[in-house]
């Protein structure tokens, strides 16, 4: 038994925003922990954070989900995005929502205000993108 941790401190360490556990010298992520703890089987697909708060590992909070699903779960633009909402980039005539479905990227319109534009990609993702809790 180690004296380097005290009884009731939070188990784990920080890895891009998850936390993580180490288990006889294995790292298992907490949120694959807690769907083990909480269905006695170990999880049959990926885990998903509905919120996508990845260290948020309350069991409301968690889904199975595949690939596809949990990677449609996006609320935060991508690092590159200038105007700072999810699907929505500046174009010379305002600001234009766009949407990847199957793999191919739709425009869904343009339009002057930036939150009109987020307004139809959220729309549109809610639509299109199943596996989305935006």
Request: hydrophobic share 35%; aromatic share 6%; charged share 20%.
């Given at each position: 038994?180690?004296?380097?941790v005290?009884?009731g401190?939070?188990a784990?360490?920080?890895h891009?925003?998850?936390?993580?556990?180490?288990?006889?010298?294995?790292?298992?992520?907490a949120?694959?922990?807690?769907v083990?703890y909480?269905t006695g089987?170990w999880?049959?697909?990926?885990v998903?954070?509905?919120?996508t708060?990845?260290?948020n590992?309350r069991?409301?909070?968690l889904?199975i989900?595949?690939?596809?699903?949990?990677?449609q779960?996006?609320?935060r633009?991508?690092?590159?995005?200038?105007v700072?909402l999810?699907?929505?980039r500046?174009?010379?005539?305002?600001?234009?929502?766009?949407i990847?479905?199957?793999?191919?990227?739709?425009?869904?319109?343009?339009?002057?205000?930036a939150?009109q534009?987020?307004?139809?990609y959220?729309d549109?993702?809610?639509?299109?993108?199943p596996g989305?809790?935006?």
């Amino acid at each position: 038994m180690s004296n380097a941790v005290r009884a009731g401190t939070v188990a784990g360490s920080d890895h891009q925003g998850y936390v993580r556990i180490n288990i006889r010298g294995q790292r298992v992520f907490a949120h694959v922990l807690a769907v083990l703890y909480v269905t006695g089987e170990w999880p049959s697909a990926e885990v998903d954070h509905r919120d996508t708060n990845r260290a948020n590992n309350r069991w409301e909070n968690l889904r199975i989900a595949d690939a596809f699903s949990n990677a449609q779960n996006q609320r935060r633009p991508h690092s590159n995005n200038t105007v700072g909402l999810l699907g929505v980039r500046r174009n010379h005539k305002g600001y234009q929502a766009r949407i990847t479905v199957g793999g191919k990227r739709l425009c869904l319109g343009t339009r002057a205000d930036a939150e009109q534009a987020f307004a139809l990609y959220v729309d549109a993702k809610r639509q299109l993108h199943p596996g989305n809790t935006l």
